[in-house]
């Protein structure tokens, strides 16, 4: 048996970092509470079908747990209350609240119209003309995150108490569509938004790394921001992310002191007289307790802004962070100082570990004695060398040596550019063969028809395939199930602005039944399409911008027909998101400054709306006009740039003075403008050498060609001249043995 070594725990070496897990409470409940405006201590459950799927906290002192039907809920609910009502009786006249049940949004087909329709603040009360809300994102002229947000959220008193009575303990069956998380990730974006404004605002761009790990978690990694005391633990900024002068400051934003912050924090298995003692106090405490603050005043944003809760943990690894959070539930925060580290791990359940909740758990519980299932336990039965052996890999092995001492040097993934690789959407039902299977077919076409035009609008991208998976009844028995895809390239269809996601619809629906109807097992219980491999894409008019009537074009970067600069009018305004569309001659008429934009929330999209970034171009060509219309014929103006101007506002991107050369008039132009000019300039100056070379070989064919044809003739010649000698020479005779007529020899010639 081998004893846990104190050593392990004060390297410095491997306890520096301050990591912080910030994680929503009972995320989809309290979605469905903020979006209907009910109070916090409602018990509320989230059901899916007859299943609750998430639970708060006050549901959970009913007894209520995930998996119970809306009956189980209700008949809990009404026990707790007749309880709790004759144990209070003498002191509370009033009646105790019920448990309410909701349920996830359902996407389901209209049976007369067979256009998808989504319950939401934009339905009718008649259920036969319901809008979907994506739809109705789409036909915003701003369909950013935000404003999503504040048309699916901030609705008025009067609709949120309609939709709570319409919504409330209403029973739903898998045969009428399918659940839809849309207005989960919608609010999932928002909220990652608000924080990465707040950490970018009051600790600095360059002082943080975020990872999204979950819909509702992640890590955010203040290691060098908490152990520089010369820094302000949570810089007080205005609107601009400017600093502020003491006499603006109203307050608001002020942090709270360390003391205040360290009387609400949990102090995980360590009592506040070693937190607090001075021959115990390291270096690394002081940071950790920054890092206290700093959550405590992310956790405080995102209340004011949005009215959502989250708790926090705060350790030196993910692993103890995420360990951490669970002891500052609900709406709270806890820290594991490093000699907590041993007793924490003691306490903790293999299973309850990150990363180990399901197959490398099981295994490393089967090698520990029996009745023995924490983490503790582990760093003192199981030796690197029985671990190696039992797991069959030394990386596991020493992953899982590490890990049941407190130990995770996995760094924190920077996140806040990435965008999701997929976009699925999935449905189960009961075995049907084909012709069942074309209602659910239908349905996930345009689900994901919406949502892919929805993320083409706020990414600008497009998927290349779709891949089909299916989960169908073996024909051996009705207990065994195969899992198999179908890979078939993603339509594209054509059509103008307003039908294109109607025809994308039909045209993937078409698609998909086509492909299950070859290759596909039945009966089928599960379908799915996934949207993936997505390429940029320009962003002109939408989706159907680029589903013209003419032959789609592959665009992994601007075609050189395109023109490089968004079209530039009075109430519209050139950024990095639209860089890549046409400009049109009333450039010369307007003078935009980036000073009346408002200040971006930053790249959070799917999770961080961020655009694809424009690649790096070579230096310009003066022998291309810069930017040639070949669609239209519009003689282009030329474009001077000048030295660069910063922009006042922070975090903006950089102004540039051209000067239109034939007015002799100025105007600002973004860095992004400029990158966007120089890479059309670089694809004219392809397009050219390709034209060129194009000519080049068109010549060369020529030229071999005529070499060719000179040759036949005079080959042609020759064996004319030869044959002719030939016939002179030795002429031939008839049967009489005279010379053969001009007649006879025409004739041979032409047969």
């Not at 209350?81 to 509370?92: A, E, K």
């Not at 934003?253 to 360590?270: D, F, I, K, R």
Request: with cysteine; glycine share 6%.
């Amino acid at each position: 048996m081998e004893g846990m070594s104190s050593d392990i725990y004060n390297d410095a070496t491997r306890r520096t970092r301050v990591i912080l897990l910030l994680d929503l409470d009972c995320f989809y409940a309290q979605v469905e509470m903020v979006r209907l405006g009910l109070p916090p201590e409602w018990p509320v459950s989230l059901l899916q079908w007859d299943s609750a799927l998430a639970v708060n906290y006050p549901a959970r002192a009913m007894g209520i747990v995930r998996g119970d039907s809306l009956f189980q809920i209700q008949q809990k609910s009404a026990s707790y209350c007749r309880q709790q009502q004759h144990q209070q009786q003498q002191q509370h006249n009033q009646k105790m609240t019920e448990a309410v049940a909701l349920h996830l949004p359902i996407i389901s087909i209209s049976p007369s119209t067979t256009i998808l329709e989504e319950e939401g603040p934009t339905k009718n009360d008649d259920d036969s003309s319901l809008a979907t809300n994506n739809t109705a994102i789409l036909n915003d002229s701003d369909c950013s995150i935000e404003a999503a947000y504040d048309k699916e959220f901030r609705l008025s008193e009067e609709k949120r108490k309609e939709l709570f009575a319409k919504e409330k303990n209403r029973m739903r069956r898998q045969h009428e569509g399918k659940a839809s998380l849309e207005r989960y990730r919608l609010a999932s974006s928002r909220i990652f938004s608000v924080i990465l404004e707040a950490l970018n605002d009051h600790v600095g761009k360059a002082c943080f790394v975020l990872e999204r790990a979950s819909i509702d978690e992640l890590y955010v990694d203040v290691t060098d921001h908490c152990n520089d005391d010369s820094r302000p633990v949570w810089t007080v900024c205005n609107g601009g992310g400017n600093v502020k002068d003491d006499d603006d400051d109203d307050g608001s934003q002020q942090p709270c002191s360390n003391e205040e912050v360290m009387g609400e924090t949990v102090v995980v298995c360590a009592s506040d007289a070693l937190l607090n003692r001075s021959e115990e106090r390291t270096a690394t405490n002081d940071a950790l307790e920054r890092g206290c603050v700093v959550a405590r005043m992310v956790r405080k944003a995102v209340w004011d802004e949005l009215g959502f809760t989250l708790s926090a943990g705060i350790s030196t690894s993910k692993t103890v962070a995420k360990l951490a959070a669970s002891y500052g539930k609900p709406n709270g925060q806890a820290i594991v100082v490093p000699a907590a580290i041993p007793i924490l791990m003691e306490r903790t359940k293999v299973r309850k570990v990150r990363n180990f909740a399901r197959k490398l758990g099981k295994k490393v519980l089967s090698l520990l004695p029996e009745n023995e299932e924490t983490m503790g336990a582990v760093a003192r039965f199981l030796s690197l060398d029985r671990l190696v052996t039992g797991m069959g890999s030394e990386a596991t092995a020493k992953f899982v040596f590490d890990a049941c001492r407190g130990i995770d040097d996995e760094p924190v993934k920077e996140t806040t550019h990435a965008l999701t690789k997929s976009i699925t959407a999935f449905k189960s039902f009961g075995g049907t063969d084909l012709v069942g299977v074309e209602q659910w077919i239908l349905l996930l076409a345009s689900d994901l028809a919406a949502r892919i035009d929805l993320d083409f609008k706020r990414n600008h991208r497009y998927p290349k395939h779709c891949s089909i998976h299916y989960t169908c009844i073996s024909k051996e028995g009705n207990k065994d199930r195969m899992a198999r895809s179908i890979r078939v390239p993603f339509p594209t269809a054509r059509g103008d602005t307003n039908t294109s996601v109607l025809v994308l619809r039909q045209q993937l629906a078409t698609q998909v039944r086509a492909a299950l109807e070859q290759k596909a097992h039945f009966p089928m219980v599960r379908l799915g399409l996934c949207a993936m491999e997505f390429e940029p894409r320009a962003l002109n008019g939408g989706i159907g911008s680029f589903f013209s009537t003419g032959s789609h074009t592959k665009c992994t970067k601007p075609d050189s027909h395109q023109h490089a600069i968004h079209s530039i009018g009075d109430d519209t305004h050139a950024s990095s998101s639209t860089s890549m569309t046409k400009i049109h001659t009333s450039v010369s008429n307007t003078n935009i400054s980036r000073k009346d934009k408002k200040k971006d929330t930053g790249p959070i999209g799917a999770y961080f709306s961020t655009a694809v970034p424009v690649p790096t171009n070579h230096n310009d060509d003066p022998s291309n006009a810069s930017l040639s219309s070949y669609t239209n014929n519009v003689e282009p103006k030329n474009i001077v740039l000048s030295e660069s101007q910063v922009s006042p506002n922070d975090g903006e991107a950089d102004s540039m003075r051209h000067e239109d050369v034939e007015t002799g008039d100025e105007y600002i132009i973004t860095k992004d403008e400029e990158m966007a000019l120089k890479l059309q300039q670089e694809c004219d100056r392809e397009h050219l050498a390709t034209q060129k070379e194009s000519a080049m070989k068109d010549d060369h064919d020529v030229a071999y060609a005529q070499k060719l044809q000179a040759s036949f003739d005079r080959e042609n010649i020759l064996l004319s001249t030869l044959e002719r000698s030939s016939r002179n020479s030795s002429p031939k005779l008839d049967a009489t043995g005279h010379r053969r007529s001009s007649t006879h020899k025409k004739a041979r010639i032409d047969t």
